[in-house]
């Protein structure tokens, strides 16, 4: 029997869905091996109730510090794994034993982070950029959640595509009862989920918010997600310059989101740069028509099933969203294909494809 180590720090996190599933889908796989999986503290209970049989430990080593590149090199080193599959490209990068990788996206490495100290984020980009490239060079395998991440790993850092096997992620319907939002119910919006980092393109989307008030005065725009430092400096700018009917919800519970997805006029998602783009399929999934950028991965996973535009151009989003708002065909159309689309994408098929890499890593 194999020991098979999974590093499982982002665990929680809106990356860290991934390795969640995989824990989740592997336990049910019931795998000939010994899983040992490794995260922070308050993630331990969580992954000892969806994955019982796996050994799940502490491992407390925070991403890009000496810590991590020592005392976690140490700490998995004592754990004798025959392999170990790290969740994310951070890790104890002279880490010699046998090692798989998941990249999902180069974002951080093109993308400033306003919300972080400037010399601090330049540096981590610094030290990410040389990590992405041992990383695909050593890892056995790496995994990349689409196609587009694929290709341009291996054309960023020289890794060979063929070691390079792309596992789609999956939506999954929110089992929670929906919970309105006071405020927004028997009122049309157009909603957005996630980070408000640069990249996601906020500032575009409320541009063209602005534009879209002229013909659809009585829409809104709702902004969900955690107020961090960047979703306060969106806010500020909003109230500033007087725009009326954008709505920031902070956090929201799987019950609150649910009902925003089911909802909606519209889902619009404007990003710069993904590497998956799950929220739109969980969007579908609930119903939502989506519009989205066209930007990197996106019409390889939405396919059909989204109403595209250039990221760019805010007349670009402008348009598309009022297409899908006045044409009652369009809406229902996307609303169709997008149900198709998401049910195209299966965790427990991710799961299956991983551990069929692990096997096969194992034997080689």
Not at 11 to 27: H, M, N, P, Q, W
Not at 38 to 48: A, G, Q, S
Not at 232 to 243: A, F, H, K, S, Y
């Amino acid at each position: 029997m194999a020991r098979i180590v999974i590093d499982a720090r982002e665990s929680g996190t809106s990356t860290g869905r991934y390795i969640d599933k995989l824990v989740e889908y592997l336990a049910v796989l019931k795998p000939d091996h010994e899983i040992i999986v490794l995260t922070k503290p308050h993630r331990v209970d969580y992954l000892r109730d969806v994955a019982p049989k796996f050994d799940v430990r502490v491992a407390d080593f925070k991403e890009f510090t000496f810590a991590e590149q020592l005392g976690f090199k140490r700490y998995i080193k004592k754990l004798r794994p025959d392999l170990i599959h790290f969740g994310m490209t951070q890790q104890p990068v002279f880490y010699a034993g046998k090692t798989l990788t998941t990249v999902h996206d180069l974002t951080t490495i093109r993308f400033y982070n306003p919300d972080k100290n400037r010399l601090g984020f330049w540096f981590k980009q610094l030290v990410y950029k040389q990590v992405i490239k041992r990383v695909a060079r050593k890892s056995e395998m790496v995994f990349t959640p689409s196609e587009f991440v694929k290709k341009d790993l291996a054309r960023y850092s020289g890794a060979d595509p063929d070691k390079i096997r792309v596992t789609y992620e999956a939506a999954d319907v929110i089992p929670e009862k929906p919970d309105p939002l006071i405020g927004l119910q028997g009122k049309p919006f157009l909603m957005y989920v996630g980070r408000p980092t640069p990249h996601k393109n906020l500032e575009r989307l409320i541009d063209a918010f602005i534009k879209l008030r002229a013909s659809h005065p009585e829409t809104m725009l709702v902004l969900a997600g955690k107020k961090d430092t960047n979703y306060r400096r969106i806010e500020t700018d909003v109230q500033n310059r007087g725009i009326r009917g954008v709505y920031f919800t902070d956090f929201v519970s799987e019950g609150r989101l649910k009902w925003l997805y089911q909802n909606c006029s519209a889902y619009v998602f404007p990003s710069l740069s993904e590497g998956f783009g799950l929220p739109g399929l969980e969007a579908m999934i609930h119903g939502a028509p989506v519009v989205s950028s066209d930007a990197t991965c996106l019409p390889e996973i939405y396919g059909d099933a989204a109403h595209y535009f250039d990221p760019e151009d805010v007349e670009s989003i402008t348009d598309a969203v009022n297409e899908v708002l006045t044409d009652k065909k369009l809406r229902s159309e996307l609303i169709k294909r997008g149900y198709a689309q998401a049910k195209r994408y299966s965790w427990q098929r991710m799961a299956e494809q991983t551990l069929e890499v692990y096997d096969d890593t194992l034997n080689g």
